[in-house]
Nanobody, 124 residues
Framework: QVQLVESGGGLVQAGGSLRLSCAAS????????MGWFRQAPGKEREFVAA????????YYADSVKGRFTISRDNAKNTVYLQMNSLKPEDTAVYYC?????????????????WGQGTQVTVSS
């Protein structure tokens, strides 16, 4: 059983930056690909970014490409999401998940062991 705890969210003005962290425990973190998703009120959970177990390959949604960077530190069992040039449309609860089912990195159904989420609010 893997436990995930997200942190680092908050209120920021448009154009600002935040760095989210997702700390994992209870599993073999270094062997899992990881992903970040977000969910705004009334909307479905959407893919943001993913990273392979080694950190060698990353994937991004078109809406965040060039602004967000996913990274990981396997020694610290933590995955990060650096978010720059934030926009009001980035406002959502951000979740990290463990990629376990072997399908598409872009689908939330391929992930398990979600954290509780961290709220990101971007004001205009």
């Amino acid at each position: 059983q893997v436990q995930l705890v997200e942190s680092g969210g908050g209120l920021v003005q448009a154009g600002g930056s935040l760095r989210l962290s997702c700390a994992a425990s209870g599993g073999s973190f270094g062997s899992y690909a990881m992903g970040w998703f977000r969910q705004a009120p009334g909307k479905e959970r959407e893919f943001v970014a993913a990273i392979t177990w080694s950190g060698g390959i990353t994937y991004y949604a078109d809406s965040v490409k060039g602004r967000f960077t996913i990274s990981r530190d396997n020694a610290k069992n933590t995955v990060y999401l650096q978010m720059n040039s934030l926009k009001p449309e980035d406002t959502a609860v951000y979740y990290c998940g463990v990629f376990l089912r072997g399908g598409s990195y872009y689908s939330s159904y391929e992930y398990d062991y979600w954290g509780q989420g961290t709220q990101v609010t971007v004001s205009s």
